[in-house]
Protein backbone atom coordinates (compact mmCIF):
# COMPACT_ATOMS: atom_id res chain seq x y z
CA UNK A 1 0.00 0.00 0.00
CA UNK A 2 1.04 3.67 -1.17
CA UNK A 3 2.71 5.08 2.48
CA UNK A 4 3.06 8.76 0.98
CA UNK A 5 0.67 10.15 -1.54
CA UNK A 6 1.12 13.21 -4.05
CA UNK A 7 -2.14 13.86 -5.38
CA UNK A 8 -0.89 16.61 -7.58
CA UNK A 9 1.49 15.35 -10.61
CA UNK A 10 1.87 18.86 -12.08
CA UNK A 11 1.92 22.54 -10.61
CA UNK A 12 2.35 25.17 -13.00
CA UNK A 13 2.27 28.73 -12.00
CA UNK A 14 3.20 32.36 -12.57
CA UNK A 15 5.93 34.13 -10.77
CA UNK A 16 5.02 35.51 -7.34
CA UNK A 17 2.17 33.32 -7.42
CA UNK A 18 1.92 31.04 -3.59
CA UNK A 19 1.88 27.39 -4.53
CA UNK A 20 1.19 24.59 -1.85
CA UNK A 21 1.96 20.83 -2.20
CA UNK A 22 -0.29 18.57 -0.66
CA UNK A 23 1.12 14.99 0.86
CA UNK A 24 -1.33 12.60 2.65
CA UNK A 25 0.48 9.79 4.67
CA UNK A 26 -0.55 6.64 6.35
CA UNK A 27 1.44 4.87 8.90
CA UNK A 28 0.45 2.67 12.23
CA UNK A 29 3.26 3.78 14.25
CA UNK A 30 2.53 6.33 16.66
CA UNK A 31 6.17 7.67 16.14
CA UNK A 32 7.07 9.31 12.59
CA UNK A 33 8.97 11.56 11.07
CA UNK A 34 7.78 13.10 7.66
CA UNK A 35 10.01 14.97 4.87
CA UNK A 36 10.28 17.51 2.17
CA UNK A 37 12.77 17.14 -0.34
CA UNK A 38 13.27 19.49 -3.69
CA UNK A 39 14.82 17.93 -6.68
CA UNK A 40 16.13 20.53 -8.99
CA UNK A 41 16.95 20.00 -12.85
CA UNK A 42 20.53 19.25 -11.57
CA UNK A 43 19.07 15.69 -9.66
CA UNK A 44 20.61 16.48 -6.53
CA UNK A 45 18.05 15.38 -3.67
CA UNK A 46 18.04 18.67 -1.19
CA UNK A 47 16.18 18.42 2.12
CA UNK A 48 13.94 21.23 3.10
CA UNK A 49 12.57 20.16 6.60
CA UNK A 50 11.91 16.91 8.93
CA UNK A 51 8.73 16.94 11.67
CA UNK A 52 8.58 14.35 13.82
CA UNK A 53 5.02 12.77 15.14
CA UNK A 54 4.60 14.58 18.10
CA UNK A 55 5.63 18.00 16.56
CA UNK A 56 2.46 19.26 15.13
CA UNK A 57 3.63 23.13 15.70
CA UNK A 58 3.75 24.65 12.01
CA UNK A 59 6.57 26.04 10.68
CA UNK A 60 7.59 29.27 8.48
CA UNK A 61 11.19 29.34 7.29
CA UNK A 62 11.83 32.57 4.76
CA UNK A 63 9.57 31.96 1.89
CA UNK A 64 8.46 28.50 2.86
CA UNK A 65 5.98 27.22 5.38
CA UNK A 66 4.62 23.90 6.47
CA UNK A 67 1.17 22.51 7.74
CA UNK A 68 1.03 19.63 9.55
CA UNK A 69 -1.91 18.10 10.64
CA UNK A 70 -2.21 14.50 12.27
CA UNK A 71 -5.89 14.35 12.39
CA UNK A 72 -5.86 14.41 8.61
CA UNK A 73 -2.53 12.55 8.02
CA UNK A 74 -1.46 15.50 5.70
CA UNK A 75 1.69 17.27 5.47
CA UNK A 76 1.48 20.28 3.19
CA UNK A 77 4.16 22.70 1.96
CA UNK A 78 3.13 26.19 0.85
CA UNK A 79 5.88 28.02 -1.32
CA UNK A 80 4.98 32.09 -1.06
CA UNK A 81 5.68 34.42 -3.91
CA UNK A 82 7.29 31.55 -6.05
CA UNK A 83 10.24 32.27 -7.85
CA UNK A 84 11.89 30.40 -11.33
CA UNK A 85 14.28 28.95 -9.35
CA UNK A 86 11.62 26.86 -7.08
CA UNK A 87 11.06 24.87 -10.02
CA UNK A 88 11.55 21.43 -9.33
CA UNK A 89 10.41 18.48 -8.25
CA UNK A 90 9.24 18.52 -4.89
CA UNK A 91 8.86 14.87 -2.63
CA UNK A 92 7.63 13.94 0.41
CA UNK A 93 8.65 11.17 2.30
CA UNK A 94 7.74 9.07 5.66
CA UNK A 95 10.15 6.86 7.99
CA UNK A 96 8.16 5.32 10.52
CA UNK A 97 10.23 4.63 13.90
CA UNK A 98 8.73 1.30 14.68
CA UNK A 99 11.25 -0.55 12.92
CA UNK A 100 14.26 1.49 13.67
CA UNK A 101 15.66 1.12 10.36
CA UNK A 102 15.41 5.01 9.16
CA UNK A 103 13.93 3.73 6.00
CA UNK A 104 12.17 6.67 3.58
CA UNK A 105 9.50 5.97 1.89
CA UNK A 106 8.97 8.53 -1.23
CA UNK A 107 5.29 9.92 -2.08
CA UNK A 108 5.58 10.13 -6.50
CA UNK A 109 6.28 13.65 -6.00
CA UNK A 110 5.29 16.89 -7.22
CA UNK A 111 6.66 18.63 -10.36
CA UNK A 112 6.45 22.32 -9.97
CA UNK A 113 6.99 25.46 -12.75
CA UNK A 114 7.46 28.74 -11.86
CA UNK A 115 7.46 30.44 -15.18
CA UNK A 116 8.63 34.45 -15.79
CA UNK B 1 24.96 18.05 7.21
CA UNK B 2 27.50 15.54 5.75
CA UNK B 3 29.48 16.50 2.37
CA UNK B 4 28.62 13.19 0.51
CA UNK B 5 30.32 13.02 -3.10
CA UNK B 6 29.95 10.50 -6.02
CA UNK B 7 31.39 8.76 -8.69
CA UNK B 8 31.04 8.60 -11.50
CA UNK B 9 28.46 11.93 -11.48
CA UNK B 10 27.10 10.33 -15.17
CA UNK B 11 28.10 7.13 -17.53
CA UNK B 12 26.90 5.49 -20.88
CA UNK B 13 27.18 1.76 -20.56
CA UNK B 14 27.02 -1.09 -23.12
CA UNK B 15 24.36 -3.77 -22.50
CA UNK B 16 26.05 -6.85 -20.61
CA UNK B 17 28.50 -4.74 -18.67
CA UNK B 18 28.98 -3.55 -14.86
CA UNK B 19 28.93 -0.32 -13.50
CA UNK B 20 29.93 0.70 -9.89
CA UNK B 21 29.47 3.47 -8.61
CA UNK B 22 31.43 5.25 -5.54
CA UNK B 23 29.92 7.17 -2.57
CA UNK B 24 32.07 8.76 -0.06
CA UNK B 25 31.25 11.14 2.90
CA UNK B 26 33.03 13.50 4.76
CA UNK B 27 32.39 12.12 8.04
CA UNK B 28 31.84 8.86 10.07
CA UNK B 29 27.91 7.78 9.69
CA UNK B 30 26.68 4.73 10.73
CA UNK B 31 23.86 4.07 7.95
CA UNK B 32 24.47 4.67 4.38
CA UNK B 33 21.72 3.96 1.76
CA UNK B 34 21.22 2.96 -1.90
CA UNK B 35 18.20 4.21 -3.97
CA UNK B 36 17.64 3.92 -7.33
CA UNK B 37 15.08 6.88 -9.60
CA UNK B 38 13.93 5.83 -12.84
CA UNK B 39 13.27 8.16 -15.19
CA UNK B 40 10.53 10.27 -14.48
CA UNK B 41 10.06 8.03 -11.39
CA UNK B 42 10.27 8.83 -7.28
CA UNK B 43 12.56 7.21 -5.39
CA UNK B 44 13.12 3.34 -4.20
CA UNK B 45 15.43 2.24 -1.78
CA UNK B 46 17.35 -0.44 -2.97
CA UNK B 47 19.54 -1.56 0.15
CA UNK B 48 20.86 -0.45 3.07
CA UNK B 49 24.60 -0.54 3.84
CA UNK B 50 25.79 -1.03 7.66
CA UNK B 51 29.50 -1.21 8.19
CA UNK B 52 30.57 -4.22 9.34
CA UNK B 53 27.66 -6.14 7.93
CA UNK B 54 25.68 -7.51 4.51
CA UNK B 55 23.33 -5.39 3.11
CA UNK B 56 19.96 -5.49 3.72
CA UNK B 57 18.44 -5.34 0.15
CA UNK B 58 14.67 -4.39 -0.47
CA UNK B 59 12.03 -6.61 -2.05
CA UNK B 60 12.63 -6.66 -6.00
CA UNK B 61 16.33 -6.40 -5.10
CA UNK B 62 18.78 -9.08 -4.83
CA UNK B 63 22.61 -8.99 -4.44
CA UNK B 64 24.32 -10.57 -7.69
CA UNK B 65 22.37 -7.71 -9.45
CA UNK B 66 23.49 -5.01 -6.95
CA UNK B 67 26.46 -5.99 -5.08
CA UNK B 68 26.97 -3.81 -2.33
CA UNK B 69 30.30 -2.82 -0.37
CA UNK B 70 30.62 -1.03 2.87
CA UNK B 71 34.32 -1.39 4.19
CA UNK B 72 34.52 1.46 6.49
CA UNK B 73 32.48 4.05 8.26
CA UNK B 74 33.01 7.02 5.07
CA UNK B 75 32.35 5.04 2.17
CA UNK B 76 30.40 2.42 0.31
CA UNK B 77 29.93 0.89 -3.22
CA UNK B 78 27.01 -0.15 -5.69
CA UNK B 79 27.65 -2.37 -8.30
CA UNK B 80 24.85 -2.60 -11.01
CA UNK B 81 25.94 -6.19 -12.71
CA UNK B 82 25.09 -7.27 -16.07
CA UNK B 83 23.12 -4.39 -17.13
CA UNK B 84 20.47 -4.00 -19.56
CA UNK B 85 18.17 -0.75 -20.78
CA UNK B 86 16.31 -1.24 -18.04
CA UNK B 87 18.56 -0.25 -15.37
CA UNK B 88 18.92 3.37 -16.63
CA UNK B 89 18.24 5.75 -13.75
CA UNK B 90 19.89 8.12 -11.10
CA UNK B 91 21.26 5.86 -8.28
CA UNK B 92 21.87 7.93 -5.26
CA UNK B 93 23.32 7.42 -1.74
CA UNK B 94 22.62 8.85 1.14
CA UNK B 95 23.69 8.69 4.74
CA UNK B 96 22.13 9.30 8.30
CA UNK B 97 23.75 12.07 8.97
CA UNK B 98 23.24 13.55 12.47
CA UNK B 99 21.34 12.23 15.36
CA UNK B 100 18.08 14.28 13.47
CA UNK B 101 17.18 11.00 11.63
CA UNK B 102 17.11 12.78 8.51
CA UNK B 103 18.93 11.54 5.46
CA UNK B 104 20.64 13.94 3.42
CA UNK B 105 21.43 12.90 -0.52
CA UNK B 106 24.83 12.17 -2.49
CA UNK B 107 24.58 14.56 -5.91
CA UNK B 108 23.48 11.39 -7.63
CA UNK B 109 25.04 8.90 -10.58
CA UNK B 110 22.80 8.96 -13.83
CA UNK B 111 23.17 5.99 -15.83
CA UNK B 112 22.56 5.43 -19.42
CA UNK B 113 22.08 1.80 -20.58
CA UNK B 114 22.23 1.44 -24.24
Known amino acids: AQKVTQAQTEISVVEKEDVTLDCVYE???????LFWYKQPPSGELVFLIR??????QNEISGRYSWNFQKSTSSFNFTITASQVVDSAVYFC?????????????FGAGTTVTVRA | SAVISQKPSRDICQRGTSLTIQCQVD?????MFWYRQQPGQSLTLIAT?????????ESGFVIDKFPISRPNLTFSTLTVSNMSPEDSSIYLC???????????FGPGTRLTVL
Open chain 2, 94 to 104: SVDGDSTDTQY
Open chain 1, 27 to 33: TRDTTYY
Open chain 1, 51 to 56: RNSFDE
Open chain 1, 93 to 105: ALSEAMWNDYKLS
Open chain 2, 27 to 31: SQVTM
Open chain 2, 49 to 57: ANQGSEATY
